[in-house]
């Protein structure tokens, strides 16, 4: 691990440059893939920048802080989602698959994301998305 994220006060500056910074410029990218939940709250339309690989009619992708990530609970309340690969939006149903190995999963993902998830990663979460 680069650092030790599992320290409050380091996780909360990180989440804090990702939601201000980082993640409204990667929506903004066409090519970023993105995962669009039901705030479980609010109702309204939550996007998150994700990284992971569609494999046939499945999308996986590992939550680096697990239930502890705001779309990981909403997706949890409704796992009705929407995905976007290559700029086009897919329906699907999201599960969390606590079961399974996370950082396993990752050597099967994309080097770039998987290696940031592992570095920044807490509380490892698999999630795979049914497309349909």
Known sequence: ???????????????????????????????QMLLETIGRKSGQPRITPIGGARVGDEFWLVSEHGTDSDYVRNLMANPAVRVRIAGEWHTGKAHPLPDDDPRARLATLPRFNSTVVRALGTNLLTIRIDLG
Do not use: Y
């Open 1 to 31: 691990m680069l650092c030790d994220m599992s320290t409050p006060s380091l996780r909360l500056r990180f989440d804090r440059f990702f939601h201000r910074l980082v993640n409204p410029s990667a929506i903004r990218n066409p090519e």
